[in-house]
Structures are given as structure tokens and as C-alpha cells.
Antibody, heavy 114, light 107 residues
Framework: QVQLQQWGAGLLKSSETLSLTCAVY????????WTWIRQPPGKGLEWIGE???????NYNPSLKSRVTISLDTSKNQFSLNLSSVTAADTAVYYC????????WGQGTLVTVSS | DIQMTQSPSSLSASVGDRITITCRAS??????LNWYQHKEGQAPKLLIY???ALQSGVPSRFSGSGSGTDFTLTISSLRPEDFATYYC?????????FGQGTKLDIK
């Protein structure tokens, strides 16, 4: 059974960098697009980006200039960094296995204060 | 980028009703279309993948159809646990955008 467990800081100030990590337990780490998705309060799901071992990484154009997704295949973990955050980045952030999202992390509420 | 448009954005229905949600892609995505159910406080759940394939463990009252640009999610007979928000998502190419969601609530 595949499980994703995520962690990271839940309260940030404007201009700081958001950092979240997701550990994958069970199943193969290779061959999947490891994905980050977020949901701002009262809004829908927003696809942030994905990465697959071998170096292919894709980002949502609306966030591309600020986002980095990286994989650590030795630990079966992947991470999200989002720089220069503002209040608009306040959201629940999910890690997930894609491209068809069949497994999700538990979600982390990240609040950005000014 | 491929844009995904869902309709309606909200829907009120009763237990036992049959409902249909529509998703339209801005260009052909073959059958690379997935449906998710999202309840508040929980992670979303995959219901249907590749337009019409039922994810393991999902009740058979859920079904999906379509190809190209037009897709539908149907719930044949609503149960109380089905009241949630539903999203379509294209997995044809990056960015793998979600539709804006359809909130299904009890009439």
C-alpha cells in the first residue's frame, strides 16, 4: 500500500520561501510523476508542478518563476520550494503521485502573513 | 495550455437522484481525463481515470464517458456520502490543469 507523508512549515511571512517535503512509503519511486497541488481557501485545486526521475520537471506557468520541485531517490522523498511568498500563496498544499493522481498526502495548511 | 471548463459550478440534488457533470477541454485530450471527489478536510479521491475507467474500490454508481474535448461524470443514484465537490483534470500534457470544480449539495 502506497502512503505519502508530508511535512513543512505552516506559517510564513511575506517574501519568505515555502518548503515542504513528502516521503513515499510502499510502491516504486521510479516511473511516476511526483506532484504538488494546492487549494487556496474557498477556491479549487491548482496543479503546481511535477517531477519524474531522469530529470523531467514541469511547472504551472503561473508559478514557474518561483517554484522548484526536486527528488531525492535515495530517500524516496520529493520537495517543493516556492520563493517570495505572499498572502495569495496561502493554501492547503498536497503532495501526490501522478500524472493520474491516485495517491495523495494528508495536506499541509500553509498560511502567509504580512 | 489546455483549459478545462466544468459545468455546472454548483448543483443541488436529492438522495436517489441521477446527476451529470460536464467537463470540456479547450483542445482534444483523447481520453486523458480524470475525475476526483473532494470532501472538506480530506485529500481528494480519484474516482474515474482515462475518461471511463472506474478506480478500484469506487462504487459502480459512478461512471464516466467522453473523448476528445467533451466528458461527463454521472452518479446514477445519489447517496448521502456523495455530496462533495467534483473536479475533472486532464493528464494529456503538462500543465495538468483541473477544472474549476462542481459543488454538489443536498436540495
Amino acid at each position: 500500500q502506497v502512503q505519502l507523508q508530508q511535512w513543512g512549515a505552516g506559517l510564513l511571512k511575506s517574501s519568505e520561501t515555502l518548503s515542504l517535503t513528502c516521503a513515499v512509503y510502499g510502491g516504486s519511486f521510479n516511473g511516476y510523476y511526483w506532484t504538488w497541488i494546492r487549494q487556496p481557501p474557498g477556491k479549487g485545486l491548482e496543479w503546481i508542478g511535477e517531477s519524474i526521475n531522469g530529470g523531467t520537471t514541469n511547472y504551472n506557468p503561473s508559478l514557474k518563476s518561483r517554484v522548484t520541485i526536486s527528488l531525492d531517490t535515495s530517500k524516496n522523498q520529493f520537495s517543493l520550494n516556492l520563493s517570495s511568498v505572499t498572502a495569495a500563496d496561502t493554501a492547503v498544499y498536497y503532495c501526490a503521485r501522478g500524472p493520474i493522481i491516485d495517491y495523495w498526502g494528508q495536506g499541509t495548511l500553509v498560511t502567509v502573513s504580512s | 495550455d489546455i483549459q478545462m471548463t466544468q459545468s455546472p459550478s454548483s448543483l443541488s440534488a436529492s438522495v436517489g437522484d441521477r446527476i451529470t457533470i460536464t467537463c470540456r477541454a479547450s483542445q482534444s485530450i483523447s481520453d486523458y481525463l480524470n475525475w476526483y471527489q473532494h470532501k472538506e478536510g480530506q485529500a481528494p479521491k480519484l474516482l474515474i481515470y482515462s475518461a471511463s475507467a472506474l478506480q478500484s474500490g469506487v462504487p459502480s454508481r459512478f461512471s464516466g464517458s467522453g473523448s476528445g474535448t467533451d466528458f461527463t461524470l454521472t452518479i446514477s443514484s445519489l447517496r448521502p456520502e456523495d455530496f462533495a465537490t467534483y473536479y475533472c483534470q486532464q493528464s494529456y500534457r503538462s500543465p495538468r490543469i483541473f477544472g474549476q470544480g462542481t459543488k454538489l449539495d443536498i436540495k
